[in-house]
């Protein structure tokens, strides 16, 4: 199974604009514990390389059943 990272990011300077990233990992991620365990670097690369966002919340699993399906 392909586990993905899902994780919301809002604007800094608009909090109430959000949207939901997704990151697919290689097959070499084949657990929940592999994918938390580089699922904190990822985001942080992302962050870093866009400022004026901020992750709020984020998991790793597959894919939401639904876009309306809360992280």
Not at 24 to 48: G, R
Not at 52 to 59: A, D, K, L, N, S
Request: proline fraction near 7%; aromatic fraction near 10%; charged fraction near 15%.
């Amino acid at each position: 199974m392909l586990y993905g990272l899902y994780f919301l990011t809002c604007l800094a300077e608009n909090p109430a604009h959000c949207v939901t990233r997704v990151h697919l990992f290689s097959d070499e991620v084949q657990t929940p514990q592999q994918c938390l365990s580089v699922a904190q670097p990822q985001m942080a690369a992302w962050q870093n390389a866009h400022g004026r966002w901020r992750v709020t919340h984020f998991r790793c699993g597959r894919p939401p059943k639904s876009d309306g399906t809360r992280i």
